[in-house]
């Protein structure tokens, strides 16, 4: 009370309008109410929050991180390369099959001692037969040719192998197994059985006879060429 006296004397001493403790105390108080009115409160704050950062950490505040570089994915390791294949072993080549040499010319007649005169072409086992009959008087199917059709070939004498063949190779000529003619041209001609006719024989004692009969012509040609 003593210090508002004492403000309000100099108040008035220094000649301005008189102002009393209580006009303060009623101006305080509605103050306070205005600011209560309208949510005004006081706290505290640490000054130091106040003072702005330096300008250089405030640029790399406001700059974004730059983002990690995404790592470098290894590459995959490429597949190893395949062998090299060994190369294929060249086949050797074909040798050359040498041409079969020209047939000669038709012999002149009498190149061949005999020759043995079919109708047609024999069946497997009658030219058999006749290999072994050739084999037999010394000769082959190739030194003493069996001849089936074409040209009467150039032999000393000409076995005719059955009728049938008889009437194909010399038309009009009748001769029995076992018989002899003349052939023309300084040769000979004598019939005996077809092979073929003999294999078809319906017993055993047929076969053998017939056999029998076909040896007996060949023996005969053997002794005639001896003769010539």
């Known amino acids: 009370m003593e210090l508002a006296e004492e403000q309000s004397l100099r108040i008035q001493s220094s000649g301005e309008s008189l102002i009393t403790l209580e006009d303060i ?14 949510g005004a409160s006081a706290f505290e704050v640490d000054r130091a929050l106040l003072v702005a950062p330096p300008a250089a950490e405030k640029r790399e505040n406001q700059e ?12 995959e390791p490429g597949k190893p390369d395949k062998p090299e294949q060994p190369e ?5 080549e074909k040798p050359e099959i040498p041409a079969e040499p020209e047939k000669p010319a038709s012999p002149v007649r009498g190149e061949y001692e005999f020759a043995f005169l079919a109708d047609g072409v024999l069946s497997p086992s009658a030219r058999v037969m006749m290999e072994k009959v050739a084999a037999y008087m010394g000769k082959t199917l190739e030194t003493a040719p069996l001849v089936c059709d074409g040209g ?7 076995i005719v192998l059955g009728s049938t063949a008889l009437k194909k190779w010399f038309p009009g000529k009748r001769a029995a197994p076992g018989q002899w003619f003349d ?19 319906t017993t055993k004692e047929t076969l053998l006879d ?3 009969e076909m040896q007996a012509v060949f023996k005969t040609v053997l002794q005639r060429i001896k003769q010539k």
Do not use: F
């Not at 101006?27 to 309208?38: N, S």
């Not at 990690?68 to 590459?75: F, L, Q, V």
């Open 25 to 38: 105390l009623d101006g305080l108080e509605e103050a306070l109410a205005l600011e209560r009115e309208l």
């Open 64 to 75: 974004r991180p730059e983002k990690p570089e995404k790592p470098e994915i290894p590459e």
């Open 88 to 92: 294929k072993p060249k086949l050797p």
């Open 152 to 158: 009467l070939p150039h032999a000393k004498i000409h």
């Open 183 to 201: 052939a023309g041209g300084g040769a000979e001609a004598v019939v005996t059985r077809s092979p073929d006719r003999v294999l078809k024989a």
């Open 210 to 212: 017939l056999k029998k």
